[in-house]
């Protein structure tokens, strides 16, 4: 049974359809990537999902069940979490407590939020270095970082994560991607979100290719890097 299925995902702004029936799915343990131009729906799809926006059709399964009515909230408690395109930290509380804040859904004792804060401090040292430093003073990539470790601190069984290296140097860049590698060893399951498709192939098991609100490709990431019109649209080759 994957853990997360969506089936005929169909969703409107107003009067213009923005996916048109969108069918992944995401077994446990897999890294899948979503590719696509902008405008292609990548964002829309996540923001579905995490229950951001509203399906006008389709479904949300997520651990079996159906998902499409719970709030955002909710899919959050459940084990789904996003890490939204611009990090979204709140900028005027510290690293620590943008940190914490994560941790409230999962409803953990005080020592096991002591332990998993540390985890999230080895993982991104920086972010121990500058736990009483406003969110809002940190560079671009050190906030994506406290952004993915803030998620990380819902205890989720899905992480979304949504553009990663937007306006990030190559060096951040770099180091995002680091992160997903160890994440991905540890057995996370991930569905991102990325506009760099080499990158995001190359980390992924599988992935799907998204055009205008539609799927037009899936498959092993390794076989959509060698696909001719994937190279000459997402790959500059």
Same mark, same amino acid.
Do not use: C, H
């Given at each position: 049974?994957?853990?997360?299925?969506?089936?005929?995902?169909?969703?409107?702004?107003?009067?213009?359809?923005?996916?048109?029936?969108?069918?992944?799915?995401?077994?446990?343990? /897999?890294?899948?990537?979503?590719?696509?131009?902008?405008?292609?729906?990548?964002?829309?799809?996540?923001?579905?999902?995490?229950?951001?926006?509203?399906?006008?059709?389709?479904?949300?399964?997520?651990?079996?069940?159906?998902?499409?009515?719970?709030?955002? +909230?909710?899919?959050?408690?459940?084990?789904?979490?996003?890490?939204?395109?611009?990090?979204?930290?709140?900028?005027?509380?510290?690293?620590?407590?943008?940190?914490?804040?994560?941790?409230?859904?999962?409803?953990?004792?005080?020592?096991?939020?002591?332990?998993?804060?540390?985890?999230?401090?080895?993982?991104?040292?920086?972010?121990?270095?500058?736990?009483?430093?406003?969110?809002?003073?940190?560079?671009?990539?050190?906030?994506?970082?406290?952004?993915?470790?803030?998620?990380?601190?819902?205890?989720?069984?899905?992480?979304?994560?949504?553009?990663?290296?937007?306006?990030?140097?190559?060096? +951040?860049?770099?180091?995002? +991607?680091?992160?997903?590698?160890?994440?991905?060893? /540890?057995?996370?399951?991930?569905?991102?979100? /990325?506009?760099?498709?080499?990158?995001?192939?190359?980390?992924?098991?599988?992935?799907?290719?998204?055009?205008?609100?539609?799927?037009?490709?899936?498959?092993?990431?390794?076989?959509?890097?060698?696909?001719?019109?994937?190279?000459?649209?997402?790959?500059?080759?």
């Amino acid at each position: 049974m994957s853990i997360l299925k969506v089936e005929n995902l169909n969703v409107f702004y107003g009067n213009i359809q923005a996916l048109k029936g969108i069918n992944l799915k995401i077994e446990k343990g /897999e890294v899948v990537s979503l590719i696509g131009a902008n405008g292609a729906g990548k964002t829309t799809t996540l923001q579905t999902i995490s229950g951001l926006l509203d399906a006008k059709e389709g479904d949300i399964f997520f651990d079996g069940k159906s998902i499409k009515k719970e709030k955002s +909230f909710k899919r959050v408690r459940d084990g789904l979490a996003q890490v939204p395109e611009g990090r979204r930290v709140f900028k005027g509380l510290s690293v620590e407590d943008n940190l914490m804040l994560g941790s409230i859904s999962a409803q953990w004792s005080p020592e096991k939020i002591k332990a998993e804060m540390d985890k999230i401090y080895k993982l991104f040292p920086v972010l121990e270095e500058r736990k009483s430093q406003k969110a809002g003073t940190l560079s671009g990539g050190e906030q994506q970082m406290l952004a993915m470790g803030r998620a990380l601190l819902t205890n989720p069984k899905v992480l979304l994560l949504d553009e990663p290296s937007m306006g990030l140097s190559p060096l +951040f860049v770099d180091k995002i +991607f680091d992160t997903i590698k160890i994440l991905k060893e /540890e057995g996370r399951t991930i569905l991102l979100v /990325e506009q760099n498709a080499n990158l995001a192939l190359e980390i992924a098991d599988r992935a799907y290719v998204l055009e205008t609100g539609k799927i037009v490709k899936e498959g092993k990431a390794s076989d959509l890097k060698k696909d001719p019109d994937v190279k000459a649209a997402y790959l500059g080759i």
